[in-house]
Nanobody, 127 residues
Framework: QVQLVESGGGLVQPGKSLKLSCAVSGRAISTLAMAWFRQAPGKEREFVAGIKRGQGTTYAADSVKGRFTVSRDNGENTVYLHMFGLKSEDTAVYYC????????????????????WGQGTQVTVSS
């Protein structure tokens, strides 16, 4: 059974940076396609960034491209979301997700692609 545990959220000022972690147990992350989603108050959950299994090609939503990047550490079996230049509109609960499948790029942004989810970590961007 794959389990995901997010950490690293908190309160941060606009323009600052934050790194979220997703520790994975039960399976090597190199065999998983993984993604970060977020859900702001009153809004639907949306795709933020993803990383494919194997070589680990990464993708980001247009709304965060150039500010957020996703990476992984196979030795630590952990996936990270590096967030730079945070804005108030980035305030949300951030979720880590994973699938044992090999989704095509266009499927990475859909929640239904992923079987496993973490509990979420709150990120609040405010002065």
């Amino acid at each position: 059974q794959v389990q995901l545990v997010e950490s690293g959220g908190g309160l941060v000022q606009p323009g600052k940076s934050l790194k979220l972690s997703c520790a994975v147990s039960g399976r090597a992350i190199s065999t998983l396609a993984m993604a970060w989603f977020r859900q702001a108050p009153g809004k639907e959950r949306e795709f933020v960034a993803g990383i494919k299994r194997g070589q680990g090609t990464t993708y980001a939503a247009d709304s965060v491209k150039g500010r957020f990047t996703v990476s992984r550490d196979n030795g630590e079996n952990t996936v990270y979301l590096h967030m730079f230049g945070l804005k108030s509109e980035d305030t949300a609960v951030y979720y880590c997700s994973a699938t044992v499948g090999s989704p095509i790029v266009s499927s990475l942004r859909y929640e239904s692609t992923y079987e496993y989810w973490g509990q979420g970590t709150q990120v609040t961007v405010s002065s």
